[in-house]
């Protein structure tokens, strides 16, 4: 069975959604995947003037019926209803979502987001939530609101991991997924540093072989026979954020893979570089 098969598309009827479409359309073609459109109609959305003059139950109904209509219209040429389905349901947008892609056992999400808003308000943010809450890998793309992304292309693919106990998993699904499609793999393996001007020349810094970095590359050998993966292996030295994102954007790859923990929990499965490689990432990025 291909890994992903099963594309859940969230549209909110706003720039970004029709900026994404083609990109979303795109990945499908590349995957040989079906694509389901998903709207969330906030039913707490009503107004004050609203309440006023007829029961709350209406006002959904009618909020209801026109998201419906909005939905079975929107982008039919890249997504004809015969083909792909529209989902509607109400709520909370993330929370939603998540279960959407649960219960409909996606395989991949694909988020449209606003550039401005995504970047400076993300931990708030309906894909943060939903990449938090969900268990399928979501892919979100840095685009202004009316600019549709790169194009996707079988051509270069980068994994990032950190050589913790979720890395087998991140590689292992980064590993199949580039099998299936055809897709040059790389691994990136961040070394931690506080120096930035390490970052001024990789090249460079890359043919310097210290200890940490010889360690670090027998364990991802180690690892990659176990995933029986045979990537091309990078390993900056630097602050971990900058250095994955300054290798990212040197490669001009297509996608960038990362992980986040498996398991929700106190802290979400999320965590602070998680987050800023998602505000800062050249490349569309998706977390697993």
């Not at 929107?74 to 709520?91: M, N």
């Not at 897709?183 to 200890?211: K, W, Y």
């Amino acid at each position: 069975m291909a890994l992903i098969s099963n594309i859940l598309f969230p549209v909110d009827f706003s720039p970004a959604s029709v900026a994404m479409a083609p990109y979303v359309k795109r990945a499908a073609g590349i995957c040989h995947a079906s694509v389901s459109l998903v709207h969330v109609v906030d039913l707490a959305s009503h107004s004050g003037f609203e309440l006023y003059l007829r029961p709350p139950s209406e006002i959904a109904e009618e909020h209801l019926e026109i998201g419906r209509e909005r939905l079975a219209s929107f982008l039919t040429s890249e997504f004809p209803a015969t083909e792909c389905s529209r989902i509607l349901v109400s709520g909370d947008a993330a929370t939603e979502i998540a279960k959407v892609a649960r219960t409909g056992e996606f395989d991949l999400i694909i988020m449209p987001t606003h550039s401005g808003i995504f970047r400076q308000m993300l931990i708030g943010s309906t894909t943060a939530k939903v990449i938090n809450d969900t268990d399928c890998p979501v892919m979100t793309s840095r685009h202004a609101q009316t600019i549709s992304p790169k194009p996707l292309n079988h051509r270069e693919w980068l994994c990032s991991i950190g050589l913790s106990s979720n890395s087998e998993r991140i590689l292992r699904f980064a590993s199949r997924a580039a099998a299936e499609l055809s897709v040059n793999l790389s691994i990136i393996h961040a070394l931690p540093s506080a120096d930035q001007a390490l970052l001024t020349d990789l090249d460079l810094e890359e043919q310097v072989e210290s200890t940490e970095r010889q360690e670090a590359r027998r364990r991802i050998a180690d690892l990659q026979r176990t995933v029986g993966s045979a990537a091309t292996v990078r390993i900056p030295i630097g602050p971990i954020k900058d250095a994955l994102i300054e290798t990212a954007r040197r490669a001009d790859a297509d996608v960038l893979i990362i992980g986040r923990s498996p398991r929700p929990g106190a802290q979400g499965r999320m965590r602070d570089l998680t987050y800023a490689v998602l505000r800062d990432s050249p490349l569309p990025v998706v977390t697993y």
